[in-house]
Nanobody, 122 residues
């Protein structure tokens, strides 16, 4: 099995910054893409940012000029640096990883972390 553990969420004022981390562990052969999603109450889960093993990066338009995603392959960890936070960024942020793992035979599966709450006060 594979586990993803997020950390770094919290309460900040508008204009502040947070740095989220997500560490993957378990039966990992390799990790293709890691990404951050967010889900606010009453809203659909949306992709915030993703980064592939080749460091190809995608951002949602709403965060492109404010957030930075990065990864440390040696630590199987992905980060999301969030600057200039707005109240609209308030959500549960969830880590996702496309993982090459072993389930009797080699298999590629998508795993989700438990999420970390980000709240931005006005």
């Amino acid at each position: 099995q594979v586990q993803l553990v997020e950390s770094g969420g919290g309460l900040v004022e508008a204009g502040g910054s947070l740095r989220l981390s997500c560490a993957a562990s378990g039966s990992i052969i390799s990790i293709n893409t890691m990404g951050w999603y967010r889900q606010a109450p009453g809203k659909r889960r949306e992709l915030v940012a993703s980064i592939s093993s080749g460091r190809r990066i995608n951002y949602a338009d709403s965060v492109k000029d404010r957030f930075t995603i990065s990864r440390d392959n040696a630590k199987n960890t992905v980060y999301l640096q969030m600057n200039s936070l707005k109240p609209e960024d308030t959500a549960v942020y969830l880590c996702n990883a496309i993982v090459r793992t072993i389930v009797v035979v080699p298999t590629t599966l998508s795993y989700w972390g438990q999420g970390t709450q980000v709240t931005v006060s006005s």
